[in-house]
């Protein structure tokens, strides 16, 4: 089901306000793009504007305009406080449901500012005055163009603009490699290029800042950490604390880990487990058919897309791992035809 108040909040922000524009912890390239999108779209307009986020963002994406004027919730809890207070908008960007913002969920929740969601996640809570929700799309950050023409403001992109919108596309869809065939998504890609974005510069921006620590710790994953069990059309990894620590783990540094067990000839799901922070953080991949979100949901207590999810679990990580483990045959027949 989609949800699309575009011409309610045209009204809405029709004349200034002061907006907090939220985005998720453990924020990736969608969260941030999507945000500082809207961000520079919202100065334009006249609004008084601020992103915040209840956690870091991975150091390749430290060169949006805007990503170092981002509140962090766990850094600076009295100022993200104050911009929660004083915000008369609070809009949530590339999340569906206020618990996505760990501590700083109470004091959103609290807030008596109007409540606007912008997501393309199934299922969104209904803890939102207003709604743009369309999970058929790419990417929030797509979304985010698409409000922006929605809102006749069209004029107002900028190459700063394009940067961010196609930083949340490409990192959200893999560089093109899912959840894009959806025509428009190309459209855009064209007008993004037509506003002066440099690709190749950009991919370079995203994708080749690997550390040392962070090549060697891939390695680790995928030559001592890969389990493959193809019986089931499946593979996955696992990274304990201590594997994290021995390679100087930063955050960012795992992001895409699990798609190299998913690029193995007849594998058709995918998984990470990675223990953090006193969870086990699950990522799942998969190809075609077979529904990952809905794992996800069903069994660990997470969501996401059909073929990108994940979860946050507060068992051991042998646990997490061993109850993966003893779902796999019921999935079997769904696993061995995905296309």
């Not at 922070?277 to 069903?298: M, W």
């Amino acid at each position: 089901m989609e949800n699309t108040d575009f011409n309610l909040i045209s009204e809405l922000i029709s004349h200034p306000l002061r907006i907090l524009i939220t985005s998720h912890s453990n924020p990736d390239g969608d969260a941030i793009g999507s945000s500082l999108a809207l961000w520079a779209y919202m100065k334009k307009k006249g609004h008084t504007v601020q992103v915040m986020i209840p956690d870091p963002y991975p150091d390749f994406l430290a060169w949006m305009k805007g990503h170092n004027e981002i509140l962090i919730f766990s850094r600076d809890e009295r100022a993200c406080i104050q911009a929660i207070e004083a915000a008369e908008l609070i809009i949530s960007s590339d999340y569906n449901n206020l618990g996505r913002l760990n501590d700083a969920a109470n004091y959103v929740r609290k807030s008596k500012a109007v409540k606007v969601l912008i997501d393309h996640h199934l299922n969104p809570s209904d803890e939102f005055d207003y709604q743009i929700s369309i999970s058929r799309i790419s990417s929030t950050s797509e979304i985010i163009y698409n409000f922006i023409e929605e809102m006749g403001d069209s004029h107002l992109l900028d190459k700063e603009i394009a940067e961010c919108i196609y930083a949340g596309i490409i990192t959200d869809t893999g560089s093109l490699s899912y959840a894009c065939n959806y025509v428009k998504t190309y459209v855009i890609l064209a007008h993004l290029f037509q506003l002066g974005i440099d690709g190749e510069h950009l991919h370079r921006l995203i994708y080749d800042t690997y550390s040392e620590s962070r090549l060697r710790l891939l390695g680790f994953s995928i030559s001592d950490q890969l389990v493959v069990l193809p019986e089931f059309h499946t593979a996955f990894i696992t990274l304990s604390k201590e594997d994290l620590a021995r390679f100087d783990h930063q955050i960012g540094d795992t992001e895409g880990v699990v798609n190299y067990a998913l690029s193995i000839k007849d594998i058709n799901l995918a998984a990470l487990f990675m223990e953090r922070d006193g969870i086990v953080k699950v990522s799942f991949r998969s190809k075609g058919s077979f529904p990952v979100n809905t794992l996800a949901a069903q069994h660990f207590n997470g969501g996401g897309h059909r073929n990108a999810a994940g979860a946050n679990c507060t068992t051991t990580l042998e646990e997490t791992v061993s109850k993966f483990r003893l779902l796999l045959p019921s999935f079997q027949p769904m696993l061995k035809s995905v296309y």
